[in-house]
């Protein structure tokens, strides 16, 4: 993106004083920067503290505009503040590099997406379902016992918790009833169709066409097998769009004899 040397480090046109003046003391600033407040920094770092209304001396006003000891422009030198600039920016696609490197750590990839799709389409609700005897007990809550002597007991079932943390992203909701708890799954049907549609599975149209046989052209028909033709057509698009249904009723086949090779009337 830059040519070397880049922007905020030393160029051509900078002096050992010049440079350390831009590096340490005024790109060092948070933006906006200030050429008077580098300057002060500078007196500072000296042990000399200036007032706020401390302005730098021509010389530092030179540097920072490009220009030598005398003024005068340097040819090519940037400012301090483009300089600023250029680091700046820098520093923003280095920190929105970092971002995006994290997000697409996180953001699924086709395989993923197809996987995790395919997750949907074959997972079993049983696997959540966990199955217990529990003993059948009386009002007073003491076990119900048999005439053997042995506690009865109900099948009954609870959540599966290992196979929640599990596949827990296949599951849109657990939720408590008087009933006991209730799970719902996401919708695998849709799954389905999703990934048949992704593998081009499901094709839908409507044949127009002369059901398989091979389509005629209109140059060689007669007035009344292009009326004929035309008709069917009308008929099919108010099908279509719901006006009517196509009709049942058997019809002249005479359209369907583009070259007039049909038998031909008796003679009177």
Known sequence: MYADPKPWEMQPWDTPGSFRAFREFYLAQEPPRSVNEAYRRARLKRGILETRSKVAPGRWQYWSRGQDNDGKPIPGALSWQDRANAWDKHLAEIANAQIEARWRKKIMGDIEVLGRLSEHG??????????????????DGNPVKDADGNILTYATWDINLEMVKKYGHLIKSISSTRYGPKIEMHDGQTALVQLGRHHKLFTD??????GGRPLQSSEHLSDEQLRNTIQQLSEIGMALTGGTS????????AGDDPAGQGDEPADA
């Open 246 to 253: 196509l009709p049942t009723a058997e019809r002249s086949t």
């Open 205 to 210: 149209s409507v044949d127009l066409t002369t």
């Open 122 to 139: 074959r997972i079993d609700i049983g696997i959540f379902i966990r199955e217990r005897e529990m003993p059948l007990r009386d009002g």
